[in-house]
């Protein structure tokens, strides 16, 4: 296990509000912040354990979602997009994490009507897959194919149904190795481009962290885990049911340099 930083690899992750009880649910349920903190502090190890070195932005009360930092910013190379978020809530979680971004980077904003959430961006090689779903509008996957080309990225829209974001559904588990909920999302797009994808029936399954030589997995998706390591990935699985039951998963809870995915 890899305990101290490895060069390139930073991680920006943003503090649970107490007002994560009040988090966008597609289901309500009652959220615990205190559960939730200490999953996050648990997450936060997991990425200092892969070597990560971690910077934490303080959480922001008046935005119950700020710790699902992914939506906010896509990290390319050399410059990172600061988005739109898609819920009007989430609009005003962007300038605090600009300001720690423009830190290691230039950053280059989303003008409205454009919108992105940033689990909606899966970069694998020079490919950044771009779920057009309720947060991500066509006018947001246009600035990003912009500023992607600018940095010798390609956009790939994928159509998404049912779900918050494409990263609920399907993410990068090792180089060249989707995982993928099953019968959710069409995976002929990543095939047709030489991807080999692993279905999984659970759906916390669909959306994993690779962190180089480790990936993190939801506890919550035991199976998932199995059929990983079966396949030779390097698991670690972890708990962060709080932030499942707001709709948030793996990904969604830090932004990342260095790391695939
Ligand atoms: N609760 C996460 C979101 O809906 O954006």
Redesign the pocket.
């Known amino acids: 296990m890899i305990s101290s930083p490895v060069p390139g690899r930073r991680a920006l992750v943003r503090a649970v509000p107490g007002s994560f009880t009040c988090?966008?649910?597609s289901r309500p349920t009652a959220l615990n912040p205190e559960l939730a903190r200490s999953q996050h502090a648990t997450y936060v190890a997991a990425l200092e354990g892969a070597g990560y070195r971690v910077t934490l932005l303080a959480a922001d009360e008046s935005c119950p979602?700020c710790c699902?930092i992914e939506?906010t910013a896509v990290i390319l190379d050399g410059v990172t997009l600061i988005t739109r978020p898609g819920?009007p809530s989430?609009l005003p979680e962007t300038p605090a994490v600009a300001a720690a971004l423009s830190q290691e980077q230039p950053v280059v904003y989303m003008q409205a009507p454009a919108t992105m959430?940033g689990g909606d961006v899966l970069r694998v090689g020079r490919w950044l897959f771009a779920g057009r779903t309720a947060r991500t509008n066509a006018a947001g996957i246009d600035r990003l194919s912009a500023v992607a080309a600018e940095v010798g990225l390609e956009v790939v829209p994928v159509a998404v149904a049912g779900a918050?974001h494409l990263k609920s559904l399907c993410t990068l588990a090792a180089p060249e190795l989707i995982v993928a909920v099953a019968h959710r999302i069409d995976l002929a797009t990543f095939r047709a481009r030489g991807l080999r994808v692993l279905e999984t029936d659970e759906l916390a399954g669909g959306n994993v962290l690779a962190l180089g030589e480790v990936t993190l997995v939801s506890a919550d998706s035991p199976l998932t885990a199995s059929a990983l390591a079966a396949d030779g990935v390097s698991v670690r699985s972890i708990a962060i049911s709080e932030f499942h039951r707001?709709?948030?998963a793996l990904t969604c809870l830090s932004l990342r340099f260095g790391a695939p995915g």
Do not use: V
């Open positions: 988090a966008l649910q979602d699902f939506d819920a989430r959430d918050l707001a709709d948030g």
